[in-house]
């Protein structure tokens, strides 16, 4: 089983809807949870990273966690047809990274 | 200031051939890592190189060498390819691994082994 679980979609929404990805994972010990965004043969790119639990927003993009349920969430408002891209969630423990498999959004203009 | 680079960007090789990927960075970073990206599978670690001198395994290290050649340049070995290798590489670097900072990936390999 995989240390951290992402529904790998496709998802596909119109221009202006809200995007809502999430991830759990197993292991306790884990601190940092980030969000990579990752475009087309692209290399991943860091989003947001949040420490422990709460929220943390930047512009359209919120990031969510609840170390309680082990629940890892991204919401981009209003999104765009240049948010379309693959987002990894990912955690860290000590000096490694555990990424999900990817979440492909689509946003349709 | 290039950030992470990684060359060859594609190759195709058969089965048993060898090849090895290079990878640099201009950050000055302690940091080193290799990762692959198959689909549904997402990143998984190769290996990594704490600080110039050490390397250790990561999750699949099974079919592959590696070599922190100095603090800039981490390159990644397949000794003898099976058609299982075949798959993106990325190589990512970060500052230490003392605490946590962001990773940085170069534009990735992608690689076929028939």
């Known amino acids: ?109 | 200031n290039a950030g992470v680079t990684q060359t060859p960007k594609f190759q195709v090789l058969k089965t048993g051939q060898s090849m090895t990927l290079q990878c640099a960075q201009d950050m000055n970073h302690n940091s080193m890592y290799w990762y692959r990206q198959d689909p549904g599978m997402g990143l998984r670690l190769i290996y990594y190189s704490a600080s110039e001198g050490t390397t250790d395994k990561g999750e699949v290290p099974n079919g592959y060498n590696v070599s922190r050649l100095n603090k800039r340049e981490f390159s990644l070995r397949l000794e003898s390819a099976a058609p299982s290798q075949t798959s993106v590489y990325f190589c990512a670097s970060q500052t230490s691994v003392e605490a946590y900072n962001e990773q940085f990936f170069g534009p990735g390999t992608r690689l076929t082994v028939l």
Not at chain 1, 12 to 37: D, H, K
Not at chain 1, 40 to 50: A, D, F, H, I, V
Not at chain 1, 56 to 78: C, H, N, W
Not at chain 1, 90 to 104: D, E, H, N, R
Request: proline share 5%.
């Open chain 1, 1 to 109: 089983q995989k240390e951290v679980e992402q529904d790998p979609g496709p998802l596909s929404v119109p221009e202006g809807a809200i995007v809502s990805l999430n991830c759990t994972y197993s292991n306790s010990a884990f601190q940092y949870f980030m969000w990579y965004r990752q475009y087309s043969r692209k290399g991943p790119e860091l989003l947001m990273y949040t420490y422990s639990s709460g929220n943390k927003e930047d512009g359209r993009f919120t990031a969510q966690v609840d170390k309680s349920s082990k629940y890892i969430s991204l919401f981009i408002r209003d999104s765009q047809p240049s948010d379309s891209a693959t987002y990894l969630c990912a955690s860290c423990y000590l000096y490694k990274l555990s990424f999900g498999a990817g979440t492909t959004v689509t946003v349709r203009a």
